[in-house]
């Protein structure tokens, strides 16, 4: 009876570890448009502000072992910013992720990293998707922030109203500062304030933590930024794991698995 007893412990001690094991994730990145002739000094602290470049508009996705399609960003469809950017190759960030066999309802889950016109001005696209956002962001964006002309800037009023219409339908989730518990093998990390409470995301594949981010350049605390920038590569389970956006070497750095979507892997 004392071995029986010692295995009967030993596995239950082994089964509920098993269980809790967060679902890994296949994690692409989706580019739908590149905006050409883009100020390197928006991306990259201390670069010459003479120096442009054209930059890749994409969005992340990960595909849990769970089922869940979720995005990281939205992309955006918006007709003022063709007028206001030099916009090529677009297509509409749902076709840009055909390839990968998700439509458009698919999609469970937006990661929004912050409000700007680029990241969440799609989130009107994918109408079966639940919005994860920091609090903070959202409150200040959808409140104080309109009080003022220079308090707002990048951020698209329907953006806003968009997204306060998905929390009267009770689908956005509210991220209170780092939190690696609401979603299975989703890690939010607050910091670098590129807006008012921007975040950044990390997911598990198999073996990595993979970390993505926006650049975060511009940024309200110069501090908070270089210390988020120091935490973001302390997590990434190595450097080619944090991964920036808007970055064309993105597509060059890893396999392709069509025309505009490589695996990270």
Known sequence: MAVACSVACALALVIPHARAQAPTHEIYAARFATLANFPLSSLVAGADRSRRMDIAMMVWVLKGADGRVALVDSGFHREQYFRQFAVKDYVPPPEALAPLGIGANDVTDILLTHMH??????????????VWIQKDEYDYYTGEAWSSRTTHGGIDADDVLEIVKRNTQGKVSFVKGDDDKSLPGIRFGIGGRHTWASQFVG???????????????????????????????????EPRFLIPGHDPAVFDRFPHIAERIVRIE
Not at 119 to 125: E, P, R, S, V
């Open 117 to 130: 016109w680029d990241h969440a001005g799609g989130i009107d696209l994918f109408p079966s998707a639940r």
């Open 203 to 237: 997911a598990q594949t198999g073996a990595h933590l993979v970390v993505l981010h926006a650049p975060i350049a511009q940024t309200l605390d110069a501090g908070s930024n270089l210390r988020t920038q120091d935490r973001m590569r302390s997590l990434a389970s």
